[in-house]
Every structure is written in structure tokens, then in C-alpha cells.
Nanobody
Framework: QVQLVESGGGLVQPGGSLRLSCAAS????????MGWYRQAPGKQRELVAV???????NYVDSVKGRFSISRDNAKNLLYLQMNSLKPEDTAVYYC?????????WGQGTQVTVSS
């Protein structure tokens, strides 16, 4: 079992920045693909960014060049640096850890981009 706890969400003005963190309860980054997803009101949950166990990253087109996913293996922390935030980035952001057989989610953290 793996527990994931997100933090770092909040209210930010358009053009601002936030860094989300996800703390994993044990060392998993070498064996799990880690990702950030988001769900806006009335919409389906969507993938934002992923980082493979080998360190490869991928992003949804709408955040490329603005968001960056990274991890600290020693601290079991996953990050999402979000820059140049837009109102359409408003959503609950979820941390995800998955392998071939299991799929874990955090409880989510709210990000609101508004003036």
C-alpha cells in the first residue's frame, strides 16, 4: 500500500506560479510511474504530466512550456512547478502512482487561478 499526500495548492492570480508537492509514504519512484492529474468542475479528470521510473517526462499540450514535473528520490517527493498560470488551469490536482498491477491516488489539492 502507498499513501500519497498533496500540498501546495491555493489561490493565485493569472500569470502567477505555484509548486505542488506530493509526499509518498515509501520509496516508489524507481518502480512506479508518477503523474499529476487534474479535474475541473463538470469535466473529466485529465493527465497533466508524468515522469517514468527512468525519469522520462511527458506533458499535456496545454501545459507544455509552463509546467514542470520533477521528483526528489531521497525525500520521496514529487513536484509540479506551475508557471504562467491561467484561469483554465483551475482544478483539483491529484498525484498518481501506478505500476502494471496497482494504481494509487492522493486526495487532491485545489488550485484556483483568478484575479
Amino acid at each position: 500500500q502507498v499513501q500519497l499526500v498533496e500540498s501546495g495548492g491555493g489561490l493565485v492570480q493569472p500569470g502567477g506560479s505555484l509548486r505542488l508537492s506530493c509526499a509518498a509514504s515509501r520509496s516508489i519512484f524507481s518502480t512506479y510511474q508518477m503523474g499529476w492529474y487534474r479535474q475541473a468542475p463538470g469535466k473529466q479528470r485529465e493527465l497533466v504530466a508524468v515522469i517514468s521510473s527512468g525519469g522520462s517526462t511527458n506533458y499535456v499540450d496545454s501545459v507544455k512550456g509552463r509546467f514542470s514535473i520533477s521528483r526528489d528520490n531521497a525525500k520521496n517527493l514529487l513536484y509540479l512547478q506551475m508557471n504562467s498560470l491561467k484561469p483554465e488551469d483551475t482544478a483539483v490536482y491529484y498525484c498518481n502512482a501506478r505500476s502494471l498491477t496497482v494504481n494509487y491516488w492522493g486526495q487532491g489539492t485545489q488550485v484556483t487561478v483568478s484575479s
